[in-house]
């Protein structure tokens, strides 16, 4: 089965897209009254994950046309009889991290197969770009990774929410020469231990700097008082 275009996937979710974009507003303000001070973003993240999950399976559960489902650990929702998605983080550039399985790795290169079905469904991720803080939607949008994740071939903004402008897509999916060729379409991904190796070194990097801010602080009280006690002596 080829890969739904841009225009295909919009008709077949367009029904569904202020759900969608309900339920992961919600996660967001539920995952932070469920959020402790000392969480790290990652922790944050993961919070609204899985409410964004649980909210969209109450959401689906006994909506006509939407079946959830569970394969490999993952709930997936299937819409229709051509898009199977799952809830994916995202960073401001669309970025996702990913567990290198073979079921991620079928999944994010348009191979995944459900439940032995002949035919393969266009799979895409429900994806959402949090704020630097980790406290707020940012973006919202539906992502079709290709190679692995590596590319994707199209984004569909959720509920007008992404600030894109144009459409990354081909009419019938990209082909190899396509997504080599066009920058555009390349994706940096990470594993889930480098993204959290990043931010463990972002956390160490902010201590660093607290802590050089006040050494420094501490060294101008110290010349200050040195320079008041020479002045006393002066005077004296």
């Known amino acids: 089965m080829k890969i739904l275009s841009q225009e295909e996937a919009r008709d077949e979710l367009d029904g569904y897209m202020n759900t969608i974009a309900d339920a992961i507003e919600r996660a967001v303000s539920e995952a932070n009254t469920q959020a402790k001070p000392h969480n790290t973003k990652r922790t944050r993240a993961e919070l609204v994950r899985d409410q964004a999950v649980q909210n969209l399976k109450e959401e689906f559960t006994n909506t006509s046309g939407v079946t959830v489902l569970e394969k490999d650990n993952t709930v997936l929702f299937r819409f229709g009889e051509s898009i199977i998605a799952r809830v994916k983080k995202l960073d401001k550039n669309f970025n996702a991290s990913y567990n290198h399985t073979p079921s991620s790795r079928d999944y994010t290169s348009q191979n995944y197969e459900l439940f032995g079905e002949e035919h393969k469904l266009t799979s895409v991720h429900i994806g959402y770009v949090l704020d630097g803080f980790g406290v707020s939607i940012s973006n919202m949008a539906i992502v079709c990774p290709v190679n692995k994740g590596k590319r ?30 066009d920058d555009r379409f390349k994706v940096k991904t990470y594993s889930d231990d480098e993204s959290e190796v990043n931010e463990n070194q972002t956390q160490h990097e902010d201590k660093k700097k607290q802590t050089d801010g006040r050494l420094r602080i501490k060294s101008k009280l110290q010349k200050g008082e040195s320079q008041n006690g020479r002045t006393s002596e002066g005077g004296a």
């Open 152 to 181: 994707y071939t199209w984004i569909i903004p959720i509920d007008g929410s992404t600030t894109m402008t144009g459409s990354l897509s081909f009419p019938n999916g990209p082909t190899d020469a396509d997504t080599n060729a």
